[in-house]
């Protein structure tokens, strides 16, 4: 009798389960709305092809004696009758992640909410592969032409034209930038490389930035230490965590019934390690929408980043010659710069600008780190929970933890 009665309770432990969250099912437009915010979306095309969707949350529930401008010829300047627009920030995502992690909480957890109701103008972007940026002007997504790409070309395309469609948009001349993982990391590339986009950012805030990934102890990054071939094996050949719908959607269902809650949070426990700030009521919503798609390229040039503990440009091995103009596996110059050179070595002698020196350090220690990301106007490898900024440049501070900026 006793064993009828503990089969029993198990099966109705088993069977048991929590109420689903309603968000489960719905895309990012659906959440900002069913939380009561306003909702606009936006696509931008980089000067490569690739067609990038931008997210935008104009205003809170209640903050309504602000607004927001788009940038005509002649619009009058601010007076009582026409309030200030509002100060605008534009939240990056971090890697096989996308747009909906900023309000997948609850709107008094979700920075995206939070933001909003404290008077931004809250702008969400998609780096190019993830499942809310994969058009192309010429390439399909599955096609080999389409995933050439890593974090680079997030950085030297996707990005600029991220920002200059905002400020174009608002009528704002800088706007905030708040990134996560390898969103800190397009950041560090674009602001050190282009300068006329840094001067657009009036502040940046790196939340676990990242310039190389050496060190990390997950479990799950042992998988770069396989040979090329066997990580493309298991990871894919063009695409990488490509979103099956319908499998995430089975996913994130079974998470809610509790004997299977903590098997659902090994996958986030895995990739990043334990933290007791992992909301397990949210669960479902959080696999919803996770893992996303990124390019094979992209997983492999963090696989050289963890090999060589060097932040550094994608390795191309004998190609490098095509790509860098030089062979050595040591490259210091970006295509853009390799392209430059070339048109400076194709003029007369006489006519020929010494070459500037690379903007940006690279080093295995953690000192060698932080100087490096300083030199690129960013901050690097620094504790959780540290307030530690500095003034970088003329036009932007850099700060590793998030604190609220007044609005303009």
Same mark, same amino acid.
């Given at each position: 009798?006793?064993?009828?009665?503990? /089969?029993?309770?198990?099966?109705?432990?088993?069977?048991?389960?929590?109420?689903?969250?309603?968000?489960?099912?719905?895309?990012?437009?659906?959440?900002?709305?069913?939380?009561?915010? #306003?909702?606009?979306?936006?696509?931008?095309?980089?000067?490569?092809?690739?067609?990038?969707?931008?997210?935008?949350?104009?205003?809170?529930?209640?903050?309504?004696?602000?607004?927001?401008?788009?940038?005509? #010829?002649?619009?009058?300047?601010?007076?009582?009758?026409? #309030?200030?627009?509002?100060?605008?920030?534009?939240?990056?995502?971090?890697?096989?992640?996308?747009?909906?992690?900023?309000?997948?909480?609850? #709107?008094?957890?979700?920075?995206?909410?939070?933001?909003?109701?404290?008077? +931004?103008?809250?702008?969400?972007?998609?780096?190019?592969?993830?499942?809310?940026?994969?058009?192309?002007?010429?390439?399909?997504?599955?096609?080999?032409?389409?995933?050439?790409?890593?974090?680079?070309?997030?950085?030297?395309?996707?990005?600029?034209?991220?920002?200059?469609?905002?400020?174009?948009?608002?009528?704002?001349?800088?706007?905030? +930038?708040?990134?996560?993982?390898?969103? /800190?990391?397009?950041?560090?590339?674009?602001?050190?490389?282009?300068?006329?986009?840094?001067?657009?950012?009036?502040?940046?805030?790196?939340?676990?930035?990242?310039?190389?990934?050496?060190?990390?102890?997950?479990?799950?990054?042992?998988?770069?230490?396989?040979?090329?071939?066997?990580?493309?094996?298991?990871?894919?050949?063009?695409?990488?965590?490509?979103?099956?719908?319908?499998?995430?959607?089975?996913?994130?269902?079974?998470?809610?019934?509790?004997?299977?809650?903590?098997?659902?949070?090994?996958?986030?426990?895995?990739?990043?390690?334990? !933290?007791?700030?992992?909301?397990?009521?949210?669960?479902?919503?959080?696999?919803?929408?996770?893992?996303?798609?990124?390019?094979?390229?992209?997983?492999?040039?963090?696989?050289?980043?963890?090999? !060589?503990?060097?932040?550094?440009? +994608?390795?191309?091995?004998?190609?490098?010659?095509?790509? +860098?103009?030089?062979?050595?596996?040591?490259?210091?110059?970006?295509?853009?710069?390799?392209?430059?050179?070339?048109?400076?070595?194709?003029?007369?002698?006489?006519?020929?600008?010494?070459?500037?020196?690379?903007?940006?350090?690279?080093?295995?220690?953690?000192?060698?780190?932080?100087?490096?990301?300083?030199?690129?106007?960013?901050?690097?490898?620094?504790?959780?929970? !540290?307030?530690?900024?500095?003034?970088?440049?003329?036009?932007?501070?850099? /700060?590793?933890?998030?604190?609220?900026?007044?609005?303009?």
């Amino acid at each position: 009798m006793m064993w009828l009665f503990l /089969t029993i309770s198990c099966l109705m432990f088993i069977t048991a389960k929590s109420e689903e969250n309603p968000e489960v099912s719905m895309g990012v437009g659906e959440i900002v709305r069913y939380h009561g915010y #306003p909702y606009e979306e936006h696509e931008v095309v980089t000067d490569d092809g690739y067609y990038l969707t931008l997210q935008r949350i104009p205003h809170g529930r209640d903050n309504l004696e602000s607004f927001s401008i788009s940038h005509k #010829p002649g619009a009058q300047a601010p007076n009582m009758f026409c #309030p200030p627009p509002k100060a605008v920030v534009l939240l990056q995502h971090g890697l096989v992640l996308e747009g909906s992690n900023w309000i997948t909480n609850l #709107p008094n957890t979700s920075l995206g909410f939070i933001l909003a109701d404290a008077g +931004y103008d809250v702008w969400i972007g998609n780096s190019r592969g993830n499942s809310w940026s994969r058009k192309h002007k010429e390439f399909e997504f599955y096609q080999q032409e389409y995933s050439a790409y890593s974090f680079h070309e997030m950085a030297m395309y996707d990005l600029p034209a991220t920002i200059n469609y905002i400020l174009q948009r608002t009528g704002q001349e800088q706007l905030y +930038y708040v990134a996560y993982s390898q969103g /800190t990391t397009i950041g560090f590339i674009a602001f050190s490389s282009i300068p006329e986009l840094d001067r657009k950012i009036k502040m940046f805030f790196a939340l676990a930035p990242i310039t190389v990934n050496s060190h990390m102890k997950s479990p799950m990054v042992r998988v770069f230490d396989l040979p090329e071939a066997l990580v493309k094996f298991i990871l894919g050949h063009t695409v990488v965590f490509d979103e099956d719908y319908f499998l995430k959607q089975v996913i994130s269902r079974m998470c809610i019934y509790p004997v299977l809650k903590t098997l659902c949070s090994l996958l986030f426990y895995l990739p990043g390690g334990f !933290t007791n700030s992992l909301n397990v009521s949210r669960m479902d919503v959080y696999l919803s929408h996770y893992p996303d798609s990124t390019s094979i390229k992209n997983m492999l040039h963090w696989r050289q980043l963890y090999q !060589t503990g060097e932040f550094k440009y +994608y390795d191309y091995g004998s190609d490098n010659v095509l790509h +860098y103009n030089q062979v050595r596996e040591d490259i210091s110059q970006s295509p853009e710069q390799a392209q430059a050179q070339k048109e400076r070595e194709s003029r007369p002698a006489s006519r020929r600008k010494a070459p500037t020196q690379p903007l940006c350090a690279s080093g295995t220690d953690r000192k060698s780190q932080a100087i490096m990301s300083l030199r690129c106007n960013s901050i690097a490898g620094i504790p959780q929970h !540290t307030n530690l900024e500095t003034q970088s440049s003329a036009s932007m501070k850099v /700060t590793a933890t998030w604190r609220e900026v007044p609005q303009e």
